[in-house]
């Protein structure tokens, strides 16, 4: 099982705000159309985005990713972090490419293993 903290552990993301870094990874998804994103995002999923604006926490919050992955070191404007605070939403940050977080991503779930007692 992958966790949101685990992800920050193993990829050296950047914690903007971790209120459930407990939560679950269980897929991955990566977009900027937020209407997108909205009809394609799933529950669990690790959201990789360099959209910023606050409409970013609302999406999340609708779809329930378990956390937003601000690639290529864009940063969240103010609004999306004091609404992400307010819903428990995770949201971390990198420098590195949208591209190259999703391969890390994928491997990172790939050799975590299913449960926590393996």
Known sequence: ???????????GLRVIELPD????ITGGYAG????????????GDAWVTIMTNMNV???????????VVFAEG???DKEAVIKAR???INLLGSPKGVFELC??????????PETEGE
């Not at 099982?1 to 990829?11: A, C, G, I, S, Y």
């Not at 870094?21 to 679950?24: L, S």
């Not at 391969?103 to 975590?112: C, D, L, V």
């Open 1 to 11: 099982m992958l966790t949101v903290e685990k992800l920050v552990e193993k990829l």
């Open 21 to 24: 870094g407990e939560r679950e």
């Open 32 to 43: 900027d159309l937020l209407s997108w994103v909205m009809g394609r995002a799933q529950e």
């Open 57 to 67: 926490a609302a999406v999340a919050q609708l779809t329930d990713v378990a956390c």
């Open 74 to 76: 864009v940063e969240p």
């Open 86 to 88: 307010l819903h428990g």
């Open 103 to 112: 391969g890390e991503i994928s491997a990172a779930m790939n050799a975590a």
